[in-house]
């Protein structure tokens, strides 16, 4: 099955510098990469994703880069702020046949030292 | 408002003793799982249900149970719960499958002594 591993589990940044997080995995038939945001206390939620047929995607501070070749995926925020601390969660999903298995990194925590 | 609720957010209970979790969403989607959250281990699939009647095996499906009678509901069942079945646990519902985003509920703390 698939496997995502995600790395570092821990970042502390400074306010306004940049967080990159990396995750691997290892079906190269997964087509499907979301990355979910949790803060203290409350359930994940997604904050961006990106399909195999695209190779960035970005959203404001937030931004994701696919290597398909590679097997890898990133997250990366610029100008952070105090308020994206939490726990970062990315996963690999396939669509079509199995279209059940959402697998899950093991999640980095950012801290944001204001 | 659209949303995944489970209940109940905390509870503590005693080794063996029976207990259910529900969970429900109102959005109309097709695919449900349950997820398990333990520290450095990230989020775990416990069963997932691809439509009514409709429910398989995740990562970590031993000691639970599921059913999936109504599109709505899809309630986790311990029969006999153990402590090292003490950990977080989340619901989620997605439209078609896992390749769209996942609605998370707000997650259940779960004690057992």
């Known amino acids: 099955g698939e496997n995502v591993e995600q790395h570092p589990s821990t970042l502390s940044v400074q306010e306004g510098d940049s967080a990159v997080i990396k995750c691997t995995y290892s079906d190269s038939a997964s087509n499907y990469f979301p990355w979910y945001k949790q803060e203290l206390g409350k359930r994940p939620q997604l904050i961006i994703d990106?399909?195999?047929?695209?190779g960035e995607k970005k959203d404001q501070r937030i931004a994701v880069t696919l290597n398909k070749t590679a097997k890898h995926f990133s997250l990366h925020i610029t100008e952070t702020q105090p308020e994206d601390s939490a726990v970062y969660f990315c996963?690999?999903?396939?669509?079509?046949?199995?279209?059940?298995?959402?697998?899950f990194g093991k999640g980095t925590l950012l801290t944001v030292n204001p | 408002e659209a949303q995944v609720t489970q209940n109940p957010r905390y509870l503590i209970t005693v080794t063996g003793k029976k207990l259910t979790v529900t969970c429900s969403q109102n959005?109309?989607?097709?695919?449900m799982s349950w997820y398990r959250q333990d520290p450095g281990l990230g989020l775990r699939q416990i069963y997932y249900s691809m439509n009514v009647e409709v429910t398989d095996k995740g990562d970590v499906p031993e000691g639970y149970k599921v059913s999936r009678k109504e599109k709505r509901n899809f309630p986790l069942i311990l029969e006999s719960p153990s402590p090292n079945q003490t950990s977080l646990y989340f619901c989620?519902?997605?439209?078609?499958?896992?390749?769209?985003?996942?609605?998370f509920g707000q997650g259940t703390r779960l004690t057992v002594v």
């Open positions: 996963a690999a999903s396939k669509s079509g046949g199995s279209n059940y298995k959402l697998t």
């Open positions: 990106i399909r195999s047929n695209v």
């Open positions: 989620a519902s997605s439209p078609q499958g896992m390749s769209t985003e996942a609605f």
């Open positions: 959005m109309n989607h097709e695919y």
